[in-house]
C-alpha cells in the first residue's frame, strides 16, 4: 500500500520536472493577430455599392483604428474594407477622406449583429506627422498621430 502514493509522486514530479519553472506549466499563448490593412484608393466609386451600415462608434489605438458597428444579416460571413483617399486636403494638419465599405455576401437574414472591427492604419498616415481622418457617414473628424512600435 506504501507503493501506490509513492507511485502518484513520482509521477507528479516527473510532469512537473519536464517544465522549466512553475510559469511554464502555466503559460498561455496570445495569438498575435493580424490586422487587415487600409487601402489607398484614386477614388472610392468602386466602393460605392456597399452594404448599410451604423457606425456606433470609432476610436484610435496606436496604429489600429476600432470601429464599432451594426449591420442587417447573420447567415452569412460579412467583408469589411477600409479605405482612405490617395488625395490630401492641404491644411494644418492635413485631412484625409476615409470610408468603412460593407460587402454583405448576399446575405438576406434581418438580425441585428454588432462587430467590433479593428484596421492597421499605417498607410492613412503622412510622413508620420498628425492628420485628420474624415469618415464618410461618421459626425466628427478623428485625430491620427502614428505611433512609432
Not at 502555466?26 to 468602386?46: G, H, N, Q, R, W
Not at 492635413?94 to 454583405?104: A, E, S
Not at 437574414?109 to 474624415?134: A, D, P, Q
Request: aromatic content about 8%; overall charge negative.
Amino acid at each position: 500500500m506504501k507503493l501506490i502514493p509513492f507511485f502518484f509522486g513520482t509521477l507528479i514530479l516527473i510532469g512537473l520536472a519536464g517544465c522549466k519553472s512553475r510559469k511554464d506549466a502555466v503559460e498561455t499563448k496570445v495569438a498575435t493577430e493580424i490586422l487587415p490593412e487600409s487601402i489607398l484608393a484614386d477614388d472610392f466609386s468602386a466602393y460605392k455599392d456597399g452594404s448599410s451600415t451604423d457606425i456606433i462608434s470609432v476610436t484610435i489605438e496606436k496604429n489600429v483604428m476600432i470601429f464599432k458597428v451594426s449591420y442587417s444579416g447573420g447567415c452569412e460571413k460579412h467583408e469589411f474594407k477600409l479605405v482612405g483617399s490617395k488625395l490630401i486636403q492641404k491644411s494644418l494638419p492635413p485631412k484625409r477622406g476615409i470610408m468603412l465599405y460593407h460587402n454583405n455576401n448576399g446575405d438576406s437574414c434581418r438580425s441585428i449583429v454588432e462587430e467590433e472591427l479593428r484596421f492597421n492604419i499605417t498607410n492613412l498616415g503622412y510622413e508620420g506627422k498628425e492628420i485628420v481622418l474624415i469618415i464618410e457617414e461618421w459626425a466628427s473628424p478623428i485625430t491620427y498621430i502614428p505611433a512609432v512600435n
